[in-house]
């Protein structure tokens, strides 16, 4: 009788623990489906941690002007075709993508992408300020792919297009444009008063490039 008491004991114990370790489980699976929930802040973040080879690109221009300001920074507006023009998939795949270009443009500017392409559906609001932002510019972009250089006050300070040679080529291109102005803007920054005075965009743009 004991015998039979015993096995029944062990053998309760064993479909408990198999119990247990199912309900585990099951809780486990849950746990790990909730900690892949994540607010877009953080889904940004967590890209941005696993690829710092990524240029991070905005296309909210209110944004990127607040940005701007208070990085005392210039923008680099690249407008394009994404999904059609060859020569921006040419300028993407052999500048915009190298390493040694996103560290450049991340440190040194802050970047949005003005795109209208053919296939790709773009956010009606989106659309609408690309229209808006060819038409500002329009001076300036006579085709795609163009990269504008643009000082929070609105001057245009370098124009770059698709060139051959590879993104250490194209940098040291932009580097020669943007020297001047951003050596300027650097000794006024460094002589300029301490009073708060929020920067807004010039309605006239004043052009240094050819």
């Known amino acids: 009788m004991n015998g039979y008491s015993n096995r029944w004991i062990w053998l309760g ?18 746990v790990d489906v909730n900690q ?24 909210d221009y209110g944004r990127v002007m607040e940005q701007a300001t208070k990085e005392q920074k210039p923008l680099m507006l690249l407008f394009t075709g994404s999904d059609w023009c060859s020569y921006c998939m040419k300028l993407d795949k052999e500048v915009l993508s190298k390493p040694e270009f996103t560290s450049w443009a991340n440190e040194k500017f802050v970047p949005m992408i003005v795109d209208f392409p053919k296939t790709k559906r773009l956010a009606r609001d989106i659309s609408a300020q690309n229209e ?79």
């Open 13 to 30: 114990c064993g479909l408990l623990a198999i119990l247990a370790g199912c309900q585990s489980g099951r809780w486990n699976r849950f």
């Open 36 to 59: 892949a929930i994540m607010s877009d802040a953080d889904a940004e973040k967590l890209v941005r941690r696993e690829s710092p080879g990524t240029i991070r690109w905005s296309s």
């Open 132 to 210: 808006q932002l060819q038409e500002r510019y329009r001076r300036y972009v006579d085709g795609y792919p163009t990269v504008l250089f643009v000082q929070p006050d609105g001057q245009i300070i370098g124009k770059m297009g698709y060139e051959r040679g590879g993104a250490k080529q194209w940098i040291e291109s932009a580097e020669r444009q943007l020297a001047p102005a951003l050596a300027q803007a650097s000794t006024s920054s460094a002589h300029a008063s301490t009073s708060d005075s929020s920067a807004s965009e010039s309605t006239s743009l004043r052009p240094v490039v050819r």
